[in-house]
T-cell receptor, first 114, second 113 residues
Framework: NAGVMQNPRHLVRRRGQEARLRCSPM?????VYWYRQLPEEGLKFMVY????????ESGMPKERFSAEFPKEGPSILRIQQVVRGDSAAYFC????????????FGQGTRLTVV | AQSVAQPEDQVNVAEGNPLTVKCTYS??????LFWYVQYPNRGLQFLLK??????LVKGSYGFEAEFNKSQTSFHLKKPSALVSDSALYFC???????????FGAGTTVTVRA
């Protein structure tokens, strides 16, 4: 059973470009979470999704950021018109419907905006 | 609302000595509590969790944690630290009624030989 797969591992974008980060949850997991980790900081919750539904997006910036988890395919975190402050590590986690099971994390995507 | 506090940014211990990483939490309902470890440029690895039952939870790599409801704490412990335990440790909490995990700021553990 493969773990949570994130790609790309590293992404470099120029200011104003779009960044698309992908996350494939573990097999059998229907819950996906995105977190952002800024240098020297902890993990900040961004969004929680189930298939085709955004359940909690209280941590998402109001502009430029969006997330989806379609019926088929990976979850996507999209950042439009990136700025230098978006440079961070973005982690995806997944968990099954069973609420007692821990969330499993991917290796992260390190976004650098130049 | 739910939150986690890790009062120490850094913990330094000598190899072979006991290691403790502190965590206190706040949650409106009953908590699920977790510890994760992060090595440089890697994702988070699960160490252990408290769901229900025994307050003392044993996890991976010789780590354990004690759930203390009255003090709202979930401190991570290891009786004898190894140099390879040097990493960034995160405590996390979620209310049983929701799925969202809230993390502490992390504690950097350095174990010197």
């Amino acid at each position: 059973n493969a773990g949570v797969m994130q790609n790309p591992r590293h992404l470099v974008r120029r200011r104003g470009q779009e960044a698309r980060l992908r996350c494939s949850p573990m097999k059998g997991h229907s819950h996906v979470y995105w977190y952002r980790q800024l240098p020297e900081e902890g993990l900040k919750f961004m969004v929680y999704l189930q298939k085709e539904n955004i359940i909690d997006e209280s941590g998402m910036p109001k502009e430029r950021f969006s997330a989806e988890f379609p019926k088929e395919g990976p979850s996507i975190l999209r950042i439009q018109q990136v700025v230098r402050g978006d440079s961070a590590a973005y982690f995806c986690a997944s968990s099954p419907t069973d609420g007692n099971t821990e969330a499993f994390f991917g290796q992260g995507t390190r976004l650098t905006v130049v | 609302a739910q939150s986690v506090a890790q009062p120490e940014d850094q913990v330094n211990v000598a190899e072979g000595n006991p290691l403790t990483v502190k965590c206190t939490y706040s949650v409106s309902g009953n908590p699920y509590l977790f510890w994760y470890v992060q090595y440089p440029n890697r994702g988070l690895q699960f160490l252990l969790k408290y769901i229900t039952g025994d307050n003392l939870v044993k996890g991976s790599y010789g780590f354990e944690a004690e759930f203390n409801k009255s003090q709202t704490s979930f401190h991570l412990k290891k009786p004898s630290a190894l140099v390879s335990d040097s990493a960034l440790y995160f405590c996390a909490v979620r209310d049983r009624r929701v799925y969202k995990l809230s993390f502490g700021a992390g504690t950097t553990v350095t174990v010197r030989a």
